[in-house]
């Protein structure tokens, strides 16, 4: 049994995916072809913003969005603990300092009332406050009114990380069209995956999209041998955008499959366990499906017993940032991260693609609620 069957999504589209593979071979043009702005287009079309830009993969596409905001050495980047490292890599990349923010019980994602003691703990520390990255942890969008308001008050830039968001709908908007610049992922495991490392930036606004456009390119001006900026070689291959123009193609039915798949695990497993939590007006694109249960000793016994019966089960995540060798040292909301620590010891995820069949499911809800 896969965590995440790609095979059965390949078998789906095997003979679109060659007929497009075999027209970039024949075309030629592996770099920027006329796929990659073909795809881009359609990209902004479904998520409903003016600019999509490509790039080499989603953490590549964050560290875009921070160098096209300016932001650099002084300034703090407010970033969830819960979450996966490309979140907070990307701002000592810059030379900016990441600042951790805890999240929330039930969604797993950015606390605001976190949010606004980290900035304050931030001030103290002599930084500027200067971008807040809020995660689509799982599938699920943040909680974006809160933390707009928030950005509003302390003049804060806002980049949305939907790398495993992209799609989901949160009170009549997008995932994709939130934020200053929004930013996804195209890794194959992702809702919207390619076959090797893809990634985009979002924006509504021209300056911004000018500048995603040229620090992809090495920081570009009207030339390619022109350079106005330092920037990156992070571009999406032609072969990938090809690809991917056939899997957005399906994407709408495979989100309605995963929301069927969701259902079915709630309606087994919601008296054993906790499961999980959308709140109106929002839904999930499935990234993952995430149990938390009661302590780490009952996660350990369900993980125990899935693998006895060959079914894979995966934690993510096992150890928030701020404890991580790596992060340890940067700045966080002073009251602690509580619920980050709690979580990393409860949470589990179940298989979850949208060709997961009732049989196979059956068998897991089963066993797992056993
Ligand atoms: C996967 C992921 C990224 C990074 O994407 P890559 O394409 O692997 O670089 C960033 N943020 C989150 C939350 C992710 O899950």
Redesign the pocket.
Known sequence: MQFIDLAAQQARLRPQLDRAIARVLDEGQYVMGPDVARFEKQLAEFCGVKHCLSCA???DA?QLALMALGIGVGDAVFVPSF??A??AEIAPLVGATPVFVDVLPDTFNMDPASLKRAIAQAKDDGLRPAAVIP?DLFGLAADYDAIEAICRENNLKLVG?S??GFGASYHGRITGSIGDIATT?F?PA?PLGCYG?G?ATFTNDDELAALLDSYRVHGKGHHKYFNDRVGLNSRLDTLQAAILIEKLAVYADELEARQKVAERYDAGLSNRYETPYIPQGQTSVWAQYTLKTANKAERDALMEKAKAAGIPTVIYYPMPLHQQKAYKEFPRDPKGLSVSEDLSQRVVSLPMHPYLDRETQDRIIEVVAG
């Open positions: 993969n989603g953490t964050l979450t996966f490309a979140t995660v990380d790398a495993q992922s890794f992702k490392d990634g």
